[in-house]
């Protein structure tokens, strides 16, 4: 949870909910007892994707099956039990896309050897 509360908090001071992709909005797992913050501007982003997610499983409930499949989903929302683990597991890699790469950690770690 905590991953996220930071994430936010970035994204808040750098006006970049933009940079959020949809895969990894899909991830946020469902809110902890006490609600995400008011200005979460994750779960915003989350909740805007979810209704156009429904709205567009809607429209496709009347083609066929292989209509269906043609179609492509930019954000398929994970499901509630999605294992918490898997879950951050995803999170740890997909996380890098928003905040750098990982060959600044590479960088550090050869100019100390």
């Not at 609600?35 to 989350?46: E, L």
């Not at 209509?67 to 898997?86: G, H, I, N, Q, S």
């Amino acid at each position: 949870m905590q991953l996220w509360l930071e994430l936010d908090f970035l994204l808040n001071n750098v006006d970049g909910e933009d940079l959020l992709p949809a895969h990894l909005i899909a991830l946020l797992p469902p809110p902890p007892p006490a609600g995400w913050p008011t200005n979460f501007c994750v779960n915003m982003a989350h909740q805007r994707l979810c209704q156009l997610y429904d709205v567009a499983v809607q429209q496709a409930q009347g083609l066929s099956e292989s209509e269906r499949a043609k179609r492509a989903w930019a954000f398929v929302p994970a499901d509630p039990k999605y294992p918490t683990r898997l879950r951050a597991a995803r999170l740890s890699w997909l996380i890098w896309g928003v905040i750098g790469t990982q060959t600044v950690g590479a960088q550090i770690l050869k100019s100390t050897l």
